[in-house]
């Protein structure tokens, strides 16, 4: 299941676990780590990140079949992690939000897989993640590379697969789930899944990882915060983001999803649903921004702490 974080795919997840059909382990995330090799996919290491790619290019450029060999051991090596983590049943699950980063070389290592592609409003999802991980603080920016770049590349995955592929808005899903169930149930050939609308959803999808706050707040499907998300955008920095956001990005592509910028966000004058609390986001984001992207304060603590336990100093690069 490809989507942005905050979009319903816990819900959905849900959905399907209750279908009897399939096994799933919170966000798996595994694929990460062995797919995704450009400079949009950062990673920490102590081993110099940089020299490994380098090494990758002299392979690739001495072993042209490098690429396709690695994409086939990867494949392999996820089918029995799969098959372990499934448990007798006939499919598995994997639901990780970032993988929407990887999502084509997913579709070239995994050629058989079914992918489910859920979306949800963009200006709900950065609301959301403020609400959920930012206890309501606006700062959607610290989520940029999802954002940004993971719904960009999502968005060019769906049009280049979309014969192939089954895609779910989850205003339709929370609104009317037997229908949208149902014809995700045809693509996966899971009978029983448009009847899981109307059930109990189990209480976990298991593992660390993970949302939980759909999963304590609701046991059924509900709309109940399909539209909330609206009130959120409450001032005119709030709507001054969005505005900026929004034409930043593929809205084209979006308004064929039917996803369009709201009235009661794009209309409103700068001073309507107080200045204060505006100025207030627009100084707290600023001082977000510059001490967690400009000025990242985890490094200089890594490396003390590093310091402090192995008596020497350790570089990134």
């Known amino acids: 299941m490809l989507s942005l974080p905050r979009a319903g795919s816990t819900l959905l997840q849900r959905l399907m676990l209750a279908s009897g059909r399939c096994a799933t382990l919170g966000e798996p995330s595994l694929l990460l780590r062995f797919l995704g090799g450009d400079e949009v996919i950062a990673r920490r290491a102590t081993y110099w990140e940089s020299l490994v790619e380098t090494a990758e290019a002299d392979i690739r450029k001495e072993w042209p079949e490098f690429d396709a060999s690695y994409r086939e051991g990867v494949a392999a090596l996820m089918q029995r992690v799969y098959h372990g983590l499934a448990g007798g049943k006939e499919w598995f699950l994997d639901k990780t939000p970032r993988y929407t980063l990887i999502a084509e070389e997913l579709r070239k290592t995994f050629p058989d897989a079914k992918f489910v592609v859920l979306w949800r409003h963009p200006l709900a999802v950065a609301a959301s993640i403020c609400q959920t991980y930012r206890d309501g603080s606006w700062c959607p920016d610290e989520f940029g590379i999802d954002l940004h770049e993971g719904l960009g590349r999502l968005m060019r995955f769906a049009e280049a697969h979309r014969e192939s592929i089954c895609e779910v808005r989850y205003e339709d899903l929370v609104s ?46 509900s709309q109940d915060s399909r539209d909330k998300w609206i009130g959120q955008v409450d001032n005119w920095y709030r709507r001054a983001w969005c505005r900026d956001y929004w034409s930043s990005i593929d809205s084209a592509g979006l308004g064929r999803l039917g996803y369009e910028m709201p009235d009661e966000i794009a209309s409103p004058g700068w001073w309507s649903g107080g200045v204060i609390k505006g100025v207030g986001d627009m100084l707290s984001a600023r001082r977000r921004i510059r001490r967690r992207i400009e000025h990242p304060t985890w490094l200089p603590r890594f490396s003390k702490e590093f310091r402090r336990k192995r008596g020497y100093g350790v570089l990134f690069r």
């Not at 050939?189 to 609308?197: C, I, Q, R, S």
């Open 176 to 221: 009317e789930p037997g229908p949208v169930l149902k014809r995700l149930g045809d693509y996966l050939g899971w009978p029983e899944l448009e009847a899981a609308g109307e059930e109990e959803l189990p209480a976990s999808a298991g593992g660390t990882l993970g949302d939980s706050t759909g999963v304590k707040s609701y046991s059924k499907v």
